[in-house]
C-alpha cells in the first residue's frame, strides 16, 4: 500500500497527489513515470511523474479526472493509499547540452513539463516556458512554472487571460523573432504536440515530445504501447516515453489513444450507476 | 501392494464438457479421485533403470512417489515430490510431460505410459488441500526498506516467475535468507499473466507461492531491478551476497508486416495479461478492458498460440482461429493444448502466413491477407521449412488479431547492469550447468537466458543455479 501524503485540487478537474513512495523518489528523473493500481479491481494506469523528493521520499502526479480510473483516484483523500505504485519506468528526458530550450505544455501537460522546465532551469539553460489552457479558470502551477522559467508565456484558447491563442501561436511568436533554441521540449494532447512539431520542423528545431501511450506493464512486456518513430516500432514504455517529435507518426497515435474509447464509456457509465444510482 | 494394471490406456481424467468449458474460466481438467490415482499408479512398473527420471528436468523420484500413491500413501508421496520439485501442483498442469518423462516410460512403448503428469498433479493437489492457507502475503515494494540485516548471507533473486521462485525455494531450504524482487504487483511471472485460468487456477499458484512464503522467502512486488534499484546496488549497499537473474522473456516479437499496430492487433502477452493477470473477462467489474470482436485469428503454434485461442473462445469470440505458416505435425504446442483447443470449436488454418492486415479506416484490424504456403526441406530446427506457394493468396476477414510468435527476453536487467554479458538478441550469457554469469555471484536462468522455453526447464535451471550459488558462498566463506 502506498499512502497519500499529500492532495491539492488544482482546478475542477485537476488534481495532485503524492505518495510516500521512498524507493521511487531516490531514482525518479524527468520525464519518467510510474504505473499505480488503485485497488484490487483496478487497472494498471501510467502517470508521469510530477515531482518527486529524495529526501522526504515523495513522488507526485497530476492528473485530470477523465474515466473510471481517474475518477477513483480522485476520490481518495490524504491518509488514503493505493494498492500498488512502481517506477521510476520509462527513460529519463535527455536534457544535457541544451543551453536554450523552449518547454510547451498544454492542458495537463503543464504538469508533466514542470521536471523538464525545472531541470533546465536549474543547469543554467535558458529555458522559455509556454503554457496553454482552454480559459483562465483552469489555470494551474502557475506560480510553479515561473520559478523555473526565464520567460512564462500563458495562453488562453478564449484570451479569457488577455492571451488570446494556442500554446503554437507564442511558440511561432517566439521563432519568428529570432529565438535560438537547442531543442523544443512538447509535452500535452496530441494534436498539440502534432501542431507543435509541425511548426518546429519549419525552423529546423529539435523537438522531443512525451508519448503517453496506452500501457499494462510498463516493462516491456505487453506491446500495448507501441508507436511507430521513423518507421521503426518502438514501445513507449522503454525506448520512451520521449521520442524526437519530427519522426514520430501522430496519425497512428491517434487512433491507438481511443483504441479504448467505447470500453471507457461503458466503465464509467457502469460505476456511475453503481455508485451513484445514475445520478451524475 | 495391489496387483499390476496392466491397462494399455491411461486411466482417463474427468474434464468439463468442451460446450460448457469454452464459455467459462474454470478448471478444464478436473483431476483423479483417490480411487483414479491409485488405479493409474499400479500401472508403474517400478522399473530400477528408471528412465522417467532421467527426462525430468528436476528429476522427481517418479518410481518411488507412484508405489506410494498406489499404496494410498499420499503424504509420504507428496513428501518424495516435494524433495525435488517446489511446485509440483504446477507442473502436473502445465509440463510437457509427453516430451519428458513420459516419452522415456517403458509402459508407453506398447502403449500408453504412465500419467506421470496427472499423478502429479493429484499428489500435490492432496497436498496443499492439506496444508493450511494463511502463509505470509508478499510485501509490496517501495516503502519497506531494501535489505535488513541478516546473520545468514543474502541472496537477491530478480523475477518471481517458475525459475526464481524455485531457485529462491531451494536457497531458502539450504538456509540462505532469500529476497525475490518480482516488477508486476503480484508473484508468479508466466503462472499468473501468461497461462489461463481454465488450465492453472491462479489459487493453485498462490498457494504454492504461499508454501514458499512459509519457507522463509521474502517476496516484495512493484520492484523493477534495473528502475527501482539497480542489481549492482543490491550487490553493494544492500548487502547481497549473490543473485539469480530470472526475468523471463518478457518483450513480444511481432511479424513486422504492414498494419501489425492497428488496434484490435495485440501481442499474446497483452492479450493474455489483460485477460489472466488483470482479468479483464470480468470487465467492467475489474476496470482492465479487452475488446474481441466475432472472429480472432492467433499467429502462431506454440502453447501460448492455444491459450490465446482458447480464451478468445471464452471471452465471446465466434470465429477462433490458428493461423500457422507449418503443417500440423510441426506445430511446438503440446498435444493435449491442440486436442483441448480443438475440442472447444478453435479452427486451425495450417500452411497460412499473415502478410499484411488491412484497417477498417478508422485504424481497427479488418482483415488479414494471407499467403498459403508448402514445406520444403528441414530447418535448423529440424522441422521443415515453410516456403511459399506461388499464387496462394487469400483474405481472412478478422476484427481481432493475437501475434503470438514468441518472446526474447527483457532487456532491462542487461542495460542497467555494466558489465553483463548477454546475446546479441538478448539473452543473459550462463553457464548451462550453474547458470553462473561472466560477473562473479550473479547467476542467470529460465527465459532470461534461452529465450522463451518451458516452466518446467527454468525450474531446472532455477534448481541448478541455487546449488550453485550454495557453492559459491560456501567457498567466500
Known amino acids: 500500500m502506498y499512502k497519500i501524503t499529500k492532495k491539492r485540487v488544482l482546478n475542477s478537474s485537476t488534481v495532485m497527489l503524492e505518495f510516500d513512495a521512498p524507493l521511487i523518489a531516490r531514482r525518479a528523473l524527468p520525464g519518467q513515470f510510474v504505473v499505480l493500481r488503485v485497488d484490487e479491481p483496478g487497472e494498471r494506469v501510467p502517470f508521469t511523474i510530477a515531482d518527486s523528493d529524495e529526501r522526504t521520499g515523495a513522488v507526485s502526479v497530476i492528473f485530470q479526472i477523465a474515466g473510471h480510473s481517474t475518477r477513483k483516484l480522485a476520490a481518495l483523500s490524504e491518509g488514503e493509499s493505493v494498492l500498488d505504485l512502481v517506477g521510476p519506468l520509462g527513460r529519463a528526458s535527455e536534457l544535457d547540452g541544451f543551453r536554450s530550450a523552449a518547454v510547451i505544455g498544454g492542458g495537463l501537460g503543464i504538469a508533466i513539463a514542470y521536471p523538464q522546465a525545472r531541470a533546465l532551469y536549474e543547469r543554467g539553460a535558458r529555458t522559455d516556458v509556454i503554457v496553454g489552457f482552454r480559459t483562465r479558470e483552469l489555470t494551474i502551477l502557475e506560480e510553479e512554472l515561473s520559478a523555473v522559467s526565464s520567460e512564462l508565456t500563458v495562453m488562453t484558447d478564449d484570451g479569457s487571460n488577455g492571451n488570446k491563442g494556442f500554446v503554437t501561436t507564442a511558440l511561432q511568436r517566439k521563432l519568428e523573432a529570432g529565438a535560438k533554441y537547442d531543442a523544443v521540449i512538447a509535452i500535452g494532447p496530441l494534436p498539440m504536440m502534432r501542431a507543435v512539431c509541425e511548426l518546429t520542423r519549419g525552423y529546423g528545431v529539435h523537438t522531443i515530445v512525451s508519448m503517453n501511450s496506452v500501457m499494462i506493464d510498463g516493462t516491456g512486456m505487453c506491446g500495448c504501447c507501441r508507436v511507430t518513430v521513423g518507421g521503426e516500432r518502438k514501445f513507449a514504455c522503454v525506448d520512451g516515453p520521449d521520442f524526437d517529435g519530427h519522426l514520430v507518426d501522430f496519425g497512428e497515435a491517434a487512433y491507438r489513444s481511443r483504441m479504448f474509447l467505447e470500453e471507457e464509456r461503458i466503465s464509467s457509465e457502469t460505476h456511475v450507476c453503481n455508485l451513484t444510482g445514475g445520478v451524475r | ?477
Open chain 2, 1 to 477: 501392494m495391489a496387483g499390476k494394471n496392466m491397462s494399455l490406456e491411461k486411466t482417463p481424467m474427468p474434464e468439463q464438457e468442451p460446450g460448457v468449458r469454452s464459455r467459462n474460466f474454470d478448471e478444464v481438467a478436473l483431476g483423479y479421485t483417490d480411487g483414479q490415482a491409485m488405479a493409474e499408479a499400479a500401472r508403474c512398473l517400478g522399473c530400477k533403470s528408471s528412465p522417467c527420471v532421467a527426462g525430468c528436468p528436476v528429476n522427481v523420484r517418479i518410481p518411488e512417489f507412484i508405489a506410494r500413491v498406489a499404496d494410498g500413501d499420499f503424504p509420504a508421496a507428496a513428501e518424495i515430490v516435494t524433495s525435488s520439485n517446489a511446485l509440483p501442483a504446477i507442473c502436473g498442469r502445465v509440463c510437457p510431460q509427453e516430451k519428458q518423462c513420459e516419452s522415456l516410460c517403458v509402459r508407453g512403448k506398447k502403449g500408453e505410459s504412465v500419467a506421470i503428469g496427472r499423478l502429479e498433479r493429484f499428489v500435490a493437489d492432496k497436498l496443499l488441500d492439506a496444508a493450511a492457507d494463511g502463509a505470509a502475503a508478499p510485501a509490496a515494494g517501495g516503502t519497506a526498506p531494501i535489505g535488513r540485516g541478516a546473520d545468514r548471507p543474502r541472496v537477491a533473486v530478480v523475477g518471481a516467475g517458475p525459475s526464481g521462485l524455485t531457485c529462491a525455494g531451494e536457497l531458502a531450504k539450504l538456509g540462505y535468507a532469500v529476497t525475490v524482487f518480482e516488477a508486476l504487483h503480484t508473484p508468479g511471472g508466466v503462472l499468473v499473466y501468461g497461462i489461463p485460468e481454465f488450465r492453472l487456477p491462479k489459487a493453485i499458484v498462490r498457494r504454492e507461492i504461499a508454501n514458499l512464503t512459509s519457507l522463509g522467502v521474502e517476496i516484495i512486488t512493484n520492484v523493477v531491478v534495473g528502475r527501482t534499484i539497480p542489481l549492482d546496488e543490491l550487490l553493494g549497499t544492500a548487502g547481497y551476497s549473490a543473485a539469480y537473474i530470472a526475468s523471463g522473456a518478457g518483450l513480444p516479437k511481432f511479424q513486422h508486416i504492414p498494419g501489425e499496430n492497428l488496434n484490435g492487433v495485440y501481442s499474446a502477452n497483452e492479450f493474455l495479461t489483460r485477460i489472466n493477470l488483470m482479468r479483464a473477462y470480468e470487465f467492467p467489474q475489474y476496470d482492465t478492458p479487452l475488446r474481441v470482436g466475432d472472429t480472432v485469428a492467433v499467429v502462431g503454434g506454440g502453447n501460448v498460440a492455444m491459450d490465446a485461442a482458447r480464451c478468445a473462445k471464452r471471452v465471446g469470440a465466434k470465429n477462433v482461429y490458428i493461423v500457422y505458416r507449418r503443417g500440423e505435425a510441426e506445430l511446438p504446442a503440446r498435444l493435449e493444448e491442440i486436442h483441448h483447443a480443438r475440442e472447444e470449436g478453435v479452427v486451425f488454418k495450417f500452411l497460412t502466413a499473415p502478410t499484411r492486415l488491412e484497417g477498417d479506416g478508422d485504424g481497427f484490424v479488418r482483415s488479414m491477407e494471407c499467403q498459403e504456403m508448402e514445406l520444403g526441406e528441414p530447418d535448423a530446427s529440424g522441422r521443415r521449412r515453410p516456403v511459399i506457394k506461388p499464387g496462394g493468396v487469400f483474405t481472412l476477414d478478422v476484427s481481432t488479431v493475437v501475434v503470438a510468435i514468441g518472446n526474447t527476453p527483457n532487456p532491462l536487467i542487461v542495460s542497467t547492469t555494466p558489465g553483463l554479458a548477454a546475446e546479441s538478441w538478448g539473452g543473459v550469457i550462463a553457464d548451462e550447468e550453474t547458470g553462473a554469469t561472466n560477473r562473479p555471484g550473479v547467476y542467470a536462468g529460465g527465459d532470461a537466458v534461452t529465450g522463451a522455453a518451458t516452466v518446467i526447464l527454468a525450474m531446472g535451471a532455477g534448481k541448478k543455479a541455487a546449488a550453485a550459488i550454495d557453492v559459491y558462498l560456501t567457498q567466500k566463506g
